[in-house]
């Protein structure tokens, strides 16, 4: 099993030496294919039942509208919550969204949480803040589970532990318990149960993410497979929801249509196992649920795109579809891109969000191939291939002048037709040189990157390769 670290902020090397150690992992490759051809089959079942176009531009002018009001739609969901008994918090970036979590943890002397999946507490490090406060932090969803006990990350949205087989969960579940652990599905569920029930049944503290929002009647969605979200958001006398604050729509009706769309893209299945609808605390008549209910609505960079040339990225409802259907992250897994969100979809959120210069932020733009699958695959129909384009504008805007130099000048001279045809004649008498047999197996200086993984073909169309 690879080694991960276990904050982002002890991610090592580049992302190309990552990538390259992750291509060197035969295990992982294989786990990768065999999780994105489970979810390619069930994609294509689902786009010859329903009318998955139509659905697409629909879910895609709901998304479109709900960001043009946001706004609005953020006050209404605060004044309804409000109404019903629950805590707004806006939180301008993730300190102040951790700082409101584990002060109100200190408060009431809480020593336990419990958490359901959210991608958006990994990506304001939640579960650090807590425990760096002395906070015991338990992740409930089993792909969630399993990888913090492995000290990882997610490597995709909604399967974080997807690059993991069998026989390394259940070393996993032996380390942690200290006993043998069958390496079946089920003994390996029925451990992981068991080993999560006290902690359902003595959490103080339940933190779940949100699907969705619906701002007419400030209800929170939570979307989930395995039952333990109903858990951390029902058991424990305090919940606390955490948003980013795109997430949400003005009505049933358009909420209606983005949790159809969700486990379609998601999961290849036309339904999720469970859809969690929680509107405030518990009431007085009622018998289950928490005592407090707390919405954390992260902003963390995300109003400053409204209006800008990223803005269709917040129409993004977190499905993972475009991770599945990228040949990059179908190749390396997500751990490789360093950042809590992996894919073509973190490629271009992880740089517009946390700009160009945090870690590898300004190279993952370039870590595509641009041929626009994840375009195909995305339920919201978000030009992410467009995307990466402008964000990779923006990080050669922050590269050295006399490299920037550099590219305009080789740019001037191949859109010369002398210069062109003076380059084509080079790069003949250069294939003459350093082929052999039809093919360059090795360029020489940096060119020879290139060449590192592939050879060149010195005609065109290429001869076959002779055996
Ligand atoms: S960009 Fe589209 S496909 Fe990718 S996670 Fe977001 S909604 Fe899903």
């Not at 336990?112 to 807590?130: C, D, G, P, Q, Y």
């Not at 402008?390 to 305009?408: C, D, F, L, N, Y």
């Not at 990157?449 to 010195?458: E, G, I, K, L």
Request: aromatic share 6%; hydrophobic share 40%.
């Amino acid at each position: 099993m690879s080694e991960r670290p276990v904050s982002y902020e002890d991610v090592t090397g580049t992302l190309r030496e990552r990538a390259t150690e992750a291509l060197g992992d035969e295990q992982l490759r294989t786990n990768l294919r065999a999780s994105a051809g489970s979810w390619a089959a069930g994609r294509k079942r689902m786009d010859e039942q329903y009318p998955f176009q139509e659905m697409r531009e629909k879910g895609r002018e709901i998304r479109t509208r709900a960001v043009a009001e946001l706004p609005q739609l953020l006050d209404q969901l605060e004044e309804n919550l409000t109404a019903t008994g629950g805590v707004v918090y806006r939180a301008a970036d993730a300190a102040a969204a951790c700082r409101y979590v584990v002060e109100l943890a200190q408060r009431e002397g809480a020593d336990l949480v419990a958490k359901s999946k959210s991608m958006a507490t990994e990506e304001i490090k939640l579960n650090e803040a807590l425990e760096e406060a002395g906070l015991r932090v338990v992740e409930t969803d089993l792909g969630e589970w399993i990888i913090q006990l492995a000290g990882q990350h997610p490597s995709h949205i909604v399967a974080p532990a997807v690059h993991l087989n069998r026989e390394e969960v259940a070393d996993l579940f032996e380390q942690e318990s200290g006993g043998p652990v069958e390496n079946e599905r089920e003994a390996l569920v029925a451990h992981a149960r068991q080993r999560l029930r006290e902690v359902f049944a003595t959490a103080q503290i339940g933190v779940s993410g949100v699907n969705l929002a619906v701002a007419e009647s400030g209800t929170i969605c939570v979307v989930e497979n395995e039952g333990n979200g109903r858990l951390v958001t029902a058991l424990p006398r305090i919940h606390v929801a955490v948003m980013g604050m795109e997430r949400i729509v003005g009505s049933w009706e358009d909420a209606a249509h983005i949790l159809e769309l969700l486990p379609m893209a998601a999961i290849g299945d036309d339904a999720a196992g469970y859809v969690n609808l929680i509107t405030g605390p518990r009431r007085p008549d009622e018998t289950d649920g928490p005592e407090q209910f707390h919405l954390v609505i992260v902003d963390g960079g995300r109003s400053a795109l409204r209006g800008g040339p990223f803005e269709e990225i917040l129409n993004c409802i977190r499905c993972g579809a475009c991770l599945y259907a990228c040949p990059m992250w179908k190749s390396v897994g997500g751990q490789a891109y360093g950042s809590p969100y992996s894919g073509p979809i973190g490629a271009v959120l992880t740089p517009v969000l946390e700009g160009p210069h945090a870690s590898s932020a300004g190279q993952l733009p370039h870590f595509s191939s641009l041929c626009g699958a994840c375009h195909e695959a995305c339920p919201v129909g978000i030009p992410i291939h467009d995307l990466l384009v402008k964000a990779r504008g923006q990080a050669t805007e922050q590269r050295p002048r006399s490299e920037r130099v550099g590219m305009w000048l080789w740019s001037r001279l191949w859109s010369n037709p002398v210069a062109y045809g003076i380059g084509r004649r080079l790069a003949r008498a250069g294939a003459r040189v350093l082929g052999r047999r039809g093919w360059i197996e090795r360029l020489p200086g940096p060119a020879g990157a290139w060449t590192s993984q592939r050879d060149v073909p010195t005609t065109w169309p290429p001869k076959p390769p002779s055996s």
